[in-house]
C-alpha cells in the first residue's frame, strides 16, 4: 500500500497492440478532482506508463482508456496510507530509543504509531485521575513522572508485541489498583477490562513518589 507523498509509475499493458493504438489516464483522487499526467507509450503501443503522485489518504482511482488496437477502458482503485508519522509529529511519553532500550532488542517499523497510540490509551484509561505538573503540551515536567509514563507505554508496546493489538484499546478503564488507589470507571458491556492493558503499566505509575503525583477519586460511572 502506498503512503502519501508516493510517487508511482502507473503501468498498462496492452494486448494486442500496434501503431494504432493510443491509450490515456484519468487519475482521481479523494477530493474528486480529476487528473491527466502525461502517458508514454513503449513496444509498440504494447506498454503505457504515466507518473502519478498521491498526494490525499483515501481511495485513489486510476482509469484508463485504450483506443485503436486492444480498446478497451481499465479501471484500478489505489488504497493510500496516510504519511507514517516521525517522533516530532506525535504526543508520545516515550521515544523509539527509550523502547527499543525497554524492549533490550530493534523497536518494530510501527514503533512510533504505538507508542502514540499507547500514550493515547495511558492519558484516556489512567491519567484521567491523576494530578501532575505538567507544561504548556500537556507533557510532564517532573524527571521521574516523565521517566514513569515512558516506562508504562513502553510496557504496553511490549504488551501489544507478544498479545497482539487490540482493535479497542482505548475503552474505559475498570479495576486497575496503583498503589493503595483503585481507579474503576465506565458501565455496561463497552468498558475494558484489565486484560487489555500491560502488567507494567501499573507497576510504572505505582513507582511515582506521592508528592509527585495526586490521585483522585472518581465515583463509580465517571
Keep these: 500500500m502506498p503512503d502519501v507523498g508516493d510517487r508511482v509509475t502507473a503501468r498498462l499493458d496492452v494486448a494486442p497492440a500496434n501503431e494504432t493504438t493510443a491509450a490515456t489516464l484519468l487519475v482521481t483522487p479523494p477530493s474528486g478532482a480529476v487528473m491527466t499526467p502525461v502517458v508514454t507509450g513503449a ?16 481511495i485513489w482511482r486510476l482509469s484508463w482508456t485504450v483506443t485503436g488496437t486492444g480498446a478497451s477502458v481499465q479501471h484500478e482503485v489505489v488504497s493510500v496510507a496516510p504519511a507514517p508519522p516521525t517522533m516530532g509529529d506525535v504526543r508520545s511519553y516515550a521515544s523509539t530509543t527509550q523502547l527499543a532500550n525497554a524492549l533490550h532488542a530493534a523497536p518494530p517499523l510501527d514503533a512510533v504509531a504505538l507508542l502514540e497510540r499507547a500514550t493515547r490509551l495511558l492519558d484516556s484509561d489512567f491519567l484521567k485521575a491523576a494530578v501532575y505538573d ?8 517532573d524527571a521521574v513522572v516523565a521517566a514513569a509514563f515512558a516506562e508504562a507505554v513502553c510496557a504496553q508496546v ?17 479495576g486497575v489498583v496503583i498503589g493503595s488507589v483503585q481507579l474503576q470507571y465506565g458501565a455496561g458491556d463497552n468498558r475494558s477490562g484489565p486484560d487489555y492493558y500491560a502488567p507494567g503499566i501499573s507497576r510504572a505509575l505505582a513507582s511515582i513518589p506521592a508528592d509527585k503525583i495526586r490521585w483522585i477519586a472518581f465515583a463509580d460511572g465517571c
Excluded at 159 to 174: I, K, M, R
Design 43 to 58: 513496444d509498440g503501443g504494447a506498454t503505457w506508463t504515466a507518473p502519478v503522485v498521491y498526494t490525499l489518504a483515501g
Design 134 to 141: 505538567v507544561d504548556t503540551d500537556g507533557m510532564p515536567t
Design 158 to 174: 511490549e504488551f501489544w508485541g507478544e498479545v497482539g493489538v487490540e482493535t479497542d484499546v482505548s475503552g474505559p478503564l475498570q
